[in-house]
């Protein structure tokens, strides 16, 4: 079965950065897109920044747009997130997800129905 390691995660102060790092152990057939999901406690799983395989194309929620930077590796079955400017409410557990298989005509990258793979997380902690 295919795993999705996620490493990089830590605390840091506002106005930090930190990278995220997520590597798959095996090729993922068929896979449209990776993406990045965090969850604080009490909240929904939200979407943070998606690339699709083939183009490249990246998809970004608006409250992390301009400040992180979704990148892939495909070669290396790996995929980033550049996390600058953090701020307190960046605070989550933060998750790889691949999405592969067979889609309706209607893909949004954004949403964790779409996914099949995930990893076990790895926490962001930002201090004000």
């Known amino acids: 079965q295919v795993q999705l390691v996620e490493s990089g995660g830590g605390s840091v102060q506002a106005g930090g950065s930190l990278r995220l790092s997520c590597v798959a152990s095996e090729y993922i057939y068929s896979r449209k897109c990776m993406g990045w999901f965090r969850q604080a406690p009490g909240k929904e799983r939200e979407g943070v920044a998606t690339i699709y395989t083939d183009s490249g194309t990246t998809v970004y929620a608006d409250s992390v747009k301009g400040r992180f930077v979704i990148s892939q590796d495909n070669a290396k079955n790996t995929v980033y997130l550049q996390m600058n400017s953090l701020k307190p409410e960046d605070t989550a557990m933060y998750y790889c997800?691949?999405?592969?298989?067979?889609?309706?005509?209607?893909?949004?990258?954004?949403?964790?129905?779409?996914?099949?793979?995930w990893g076990q997380g790895t926490q962001v902690t930002v201090s004000s």
């Open positions: 997800a691949a999405a592969a298989g067979t889609f309706s005509a209607v893909f949004m990258p954004l949403k964790t129905s779409e996914y099949n793979y």
